[in-house]
């Protein structure tokens, strides 16, 4: 297994930006695809993007044009640039590890990290 440390949430107006990031340790990262999912209060956990190992990207309607994905294999780091954040963005974010191949469900995931918060407020 991989263990994953998210940072970089916080408090925000709408309309600024945040760049969330993914630190992972205990294996080889590359081998790892990796996701961001969120979970708003009392909402269920959703998927917001992934990132596989070659760098292919997808991400939730709600979210094109505004968040971008990447990943620096050299410092094991997956990020979440996040612009134009509106207030329904707000939520605890999570990234999550999945060995070899994508996937947007959450249940296909079995590293997870702690959580960061965002809140965007209007």
């Known amino acids: 297994q991989v263990q994953l440390v998210e940072s970089g949430g916080g408090l925000v107006q709408a309309g600024g930006s945040l760049r969330l990031s993914c630190a992972a340790s205990?294996?080889?990262?590359?081998?790892?695809?990796v996701g961001w999912f969120r979970q708003a209060p009392g909402k269920e956990r959703e998927f917001v993007a992934t990132?596989?190992?070659?760098?292919?990207?997808v991400y939730t309607d709600s979210v094109k044009g505004r968040f971008t994905i990447s990943r620096d294999n050299a410092k094991n780091t997956v990020y979440l640039q996040m612009n134009s954040l509106k207030p329904e963005d707000t939520a605890v974010y999570y990234c999550?590890?999945?060995?070899?191949?994508?996937?947007?469900?959450?249940?296909?995931?079995?590293?997870w990290g702690q959580g960061t918060q965002v809140t965007v407020s209007s």
């Open positions: 205990g294996r080889t990262f590359s081998d790892y695809a």
């Open positions: 990132i596989n190992r070659s760098g292919n990207t």
């Open positions: 999550a590890a999945r060995f070899y191949f994508a996937s947007t469900s959450v249940a296909d995931f079995g590293s």
